[in-house]
């Protein structure tokens, strides 16, 4: 709904589970906003930790708790909170990560042009992010462009290897409930998500600037550490028929191989899918050799490595 200044409502879904430690500064990420005509809907599912203790610190009026009574998983979690919302707009932030301050005015003033030539009702938006912690050998803003007019979200993500990360997605409500999150997906819920949502037609508005951070730690809560390479598999062959076969080998390429290469007995095999992708100049070279190079640094090493480098970019910044 729009409000008594003409501006759109924005609900702010936030699902969670057992992240009492981090949550407190997503949600300071959403108050601290330049855009402040919002509300923030905070999806507990049944942690066993007490987030409904952290979400009382804050004194904000626009804040909504919900628990779930029974652990559901992240896309229930999304579900709940999309079934709740009031907005016309729906922005998505996982409880680990963070937007910059001018995240949703950066998206709205790009929705609001954008809508002279387009329904409102079937935009989505999303924008570059930043992975932190930044490491030395590799890329930490993504992506390198947006999804061109005539370009499937499969050849975008898996061919031309683009990113959309969830946390940067704002969508109108009407679009949410129609789509919705696929239930039961131990992981590739977003990539579900935005493929599906091209399914029912959305034209996608990219924003061009980094309005989100992406904290990918190392956390066992995390569905992109989960190593169920089968599970991938069985995921994107539900998408045969109606992918094309070069985007299932990007899809392979970018989130089986890696993990296949961390499985002894299918290494060889790993490695030979590496190389085909090489030839079908569908993984650069860089890549590949930091795959492998990756696999040869032991981890401890990876870390102090990593340890180093952030105390150097420090020394440099003084």
């Known amino acids: 709904m729009l409000g008594h200044d003409g501006k759109f409502l924005i609900s702010v879904i936030i699902p969670t589970y057992n992240r009492s430690d ?22 507990d599912d049944a942690s066993q930790e007490d987030i409904a203790g952290v979400i009382k610190q804050i004194d904000d009026c626009r804040i909504q708790y919900i628990r779930h009574p029974h652990n559901l998983g992240g896309s229930e979690s999304r579900n709940t909170g999309i079934k709740h919302a009031q907005g016309e707009l729906i922005a998505f932030l996982d409880s680990d990560d963070v937007w910059l301050p001018n995240k949703l005015q950066t998206q709205v003033d790009a929705v609001v042009q954008t809508t002279l030539q387009h329904d409102l009702h079937s935009l989505v938006c999303y924008s570059k992010f930043k992975l932190s912690p930044q490491v030395f ?8 462009r947006g999804k061109q007019t005539q370009e499937t979200i499969p050849h975008y993500l898996w061919v031309s290897r683009g990113e959309m990360l969830t946390s940067t997605l704002l969508i109108s409500r009407e679009l949410a409930l129609k789509t919705l999150f696929k239930p039961g997906l131990i992981k590739h819920q977003d990539l579900d998500f935005v493929i599906r949502l091209e399914q029912e037609g959305a034209t996608f508005i990219f924003v061009p600037q980094v309005l989100a951070i992406w904290h990918n730690e190392s956390r066992s809560d995390r569905t992109s550490k989960i190593n169920d ?11 045969r028929g109606s992918i ?53 640094i032991p981890r401890k090493l990876q870390l102090a490595l990593k340890v180093l480098f952030q105390k150097a970019k420090l020394i440099g910044n003084t």
């Open 229 to 239: 390479y089968q599970f991938s598999l069985s995921w994107i062959d539900t998408y």
């Open 22 to 43: 981090l949550i407190l500064r997503a949600i300071a990420s959403v108050i601290a906003q330049s855009y402040s005509h919002l509300e923030i809907i905070i999806v």
């Open 137 to 144: 050998y590799a890329q930490s803003i993504f992506p390198s």
């Open 244 to 296: 094309t076969d070069r985007a299932i080998k990007g899809f392979i390429l970018k989130e089986v191989a890696p993990k296949m290469l961390l499985d002894y007995q299918k290494r060889p095999q790993a490695i030979k899918i590496l190389i085909e992708g090489l030839r079908e100049q569908l993984i650069p070279l860089n890549h590949v050799l930091f795959l492998l190079i990756k696999q040869a």
